[in-house]
């Protein structure tokens, strides 16, 4: 047994910043079928907002028989400088011809993902985690166009979205994984960032979480 210890070395960890955005839009080629990333440049926040899990009671022979705790939805706030070409259809936007769009448009699905830094008392960078979203929907975004002036600044696009969970074996649907860098070896840290952010030979994309799994498993196996 051993006595607790507040604030020892190394134990004063926080997360900041936002980096590495990738946006993840379904690409069908022959019987194969893949979520294919690109950059998300500009990205300024994602706030996670999760919903629900509220708590019901449950009443019987005079006495609090038990409670029920309601299924957990999963949404937030992606603001960004720009955006890729590849969400305009994901923001509602269809071409008509090069350089014409319109919008009001059915809005399709996406997956996302970002980094954020992880730091200590010892380190301002000791790492990151990485934050992957799933079949997400979004809002339209409130744009407002002022004069430019003596203190200029740029637009800032932002979208409220919600999501639809993934089924993860063993587990409950979900719509989040976040990957915890520090805690992956070296080996298995490359073999998924191959995949989500793509080599010279192959396009990034996204996996389901259970691949995520098995490509984590298999770079560690012995």
């Known amino acids: ?118 730091g200590s008392d010892e380190s301002d960078n000791i790492g990151y985690k990485i934050h992957l979203v799933y079949n997400a929907t979004c809002s339209p975004s409130e744009r407002t166009f002022e004069t430019i002036n003596d203190s200029p600044d740029a637009i800032t696009f932002s979208w409220e979205f919600d999501t639809n969970p993934i089924n993860v074996t063993g587990h409950k649907a979900t719509s989040i994984v976040t990957i915890d860098t520090t805690k992956l070896s070296k080996n298995a840290l490359t073999a998924l960032e191959d995949v989500l952010y793509g080599t010279a030979e192959a396009d990034a994309y996204m996996p389901d979480p259970d691949d995520i799994f098995d490509i984590i498993s298999k770079a560690t196996a012995p």
């Open 1 to 118: 047994m051993s006595k607790i210890e507040w604030d020892k070395a190394g134990n004063r960890k926080y997360e900041n910043g936002v980096d590495h955005g990738v946006l993840y839009t379904k690409k069908t080629v022959g019987d194969t079928t893949k979520w294919v990333g690109v950059a998300w440049d500009g990205l300024t926040s994602v706030a996670e907002s999760p919903e629900g899990g509220d708590k019901t009671d449950l009443w019987a022979d005079n006495i609090k028989y038990g409670s029920m705790r309601a299924y957990e939805s999963f949404g937030g706030t992606i603001e960004a400088y720009t955006y890729p070409n590849e969400f305009a259809k994901c923001n509602g936007e269809v071409s008509l011809v090069e350089g014409v769009t319109i919008g009001q448009q059915d809005r399709e699905m996406f997956r996302f993902s970002y980094r954020s830094n992880q």
